[in-house]
C-alpha cells in the first residue's frame, strides 16, 4: 500500500491562502487521493479527492503534480475554523479504506 | 450534519461488560466502516462491511465484533470491556470504494 508523507504542523494567517503539502512518491495509477480533515471533539469531515486532475469544490482546491507523486491542498482564505488536523490519505486494500496517519495539525493565527 | 448518525453519543461502562454501539449510514450507502481513535492510536480501521457482508478487517481485537443489518445500519458490540478500550469510535459510510467518505460524529466510550 502506498504511503503519505505530510508536514507535522503548519501555520497560516487568517484570509490568507493556506498551501498543505502531501508526497506519495509510491502512488500506482488507480490510487485515489483524498483529504480529510478532523476538528477537535469531531469525526473527520471530508474535503475533497482526486485521481489526476486538479479538482475544486467549495471547501478547497486539490492540486496534483503530473507524476503523481505529490499533491497539495488548498485552502483559498483560511478562516479560524479551518482550524484542524488535515490527513492526505490513498485508499487501500480490497475495501478500499482509509488509513489515517499522524496528519497535519494547522493552526490558523487570527 | 454529515447524514451518518451514531448512537449514543456517550457511554460509560465498567470494565468487564459488554457495549453495543450503532451507526446509521447516509441513504443509499452501502459501505460501512468503523474506527477508534485513542489519545495513542490515532484513527484506527477496524473492520468494512458492504451491503450486509463482512468485507475487510483491520486491528479489530477478538472481543470486538460487528454485523450490517438488511436496512444497512451496522452494530459495533465490544465486550470483556478493558480500561485500554476507552476511546472514541467512529463510523463512515461511503457509496463505494474510492468515493468519498462520511463520518459520524462518534461515540465516546469510558470504561471505568
Known amino acids: 500500500d502506498a504511503k503519505t508523507t505530510q508536514p507535522n504542523s503548519m501555520e497560516s494567517n487568517e484570509e490568507e491562502p493556506v498551501h498543505l503539502p502531501c508526497n506519495h512518491s509510491?502512488?500506482?495509477?488507480?490510487?485515489?487521493i483524498h483529504w480529510y480533515r478532523q476538528l477537535p471533539s469531531q469525526g473527520p469531515e471530508y474535503v475533497i479527492h482526486?485521481?489526476?486532475s486538479n479538482v475544486n469544490n467549495r471547501m478547497a482546491s486539490l492540486a496534483i503534480a503530473e507524476d503523481r507523486k505529490s499533491s497539495t491542498l488548498i485552502l483559498h482564505r483560511a478562516t479560524l475554523r479551518d482550524a484542524a488536523v488535515y490527513y492526505c490519505?490513498?485508499?487501500?486494500?480490497?475495501?478500499?479504506?482509509?488509513?489515517f496517519g499522524s496528519g497535519t495539525q494547522l493552526t490558523v493565527l487570527p | 450534519d454529515s447524514g451518518v448518525t451514531q448512537t449514543p453519543k456517550h457511554l460509560i461502562t465498567a470494565t468487564g461488560q459488554r457495549v453495543t454501539l450503532r451507526c446509521s449510514p447516509r441513504?443509499?450507502?452501502?459501505?460501512v466502516y468503523w474506527y477508534q481513535q485513542s489519545l495513542d492510536q490515532g484513527l484506527q480501521f477496524l473492520i468494512h462491511y458492504y451491503n450486509g457482508e463482512e468485507r475487510a478487517k483491520g486491528n479489530i481485537l477478538e472481543r470486538f465484533s460487528a454485523q450490517q443489518f438488511p436496512d444497512l445500519h451496522s452494530e459495533l458490540n465490544l465486550s470483556s470491556l478493558e480500561l485500554g478500550d476507552s476511546a472514541l469510535y467512529f463510523c463512515a459510510s461511503r457509496k463505494q470504494g474510492n468515493t468519498e467518505a462520511f463520518f459520524g460524529q462518534g461515540t465516546r466510550l469510558t470504561v471505568v
Open positions: 441513504s443509499g450507502d452501502l459501505s
Open positions: 509510491t502512488i500506482s495509477g488507480t490510487d485515489y
Open positions: 482526486g485521481l489526476t
Open positions: 490519505i490513498l485508499p487501500s486494500g480490497s475495501a478500499r479504506q482509509l488509513t
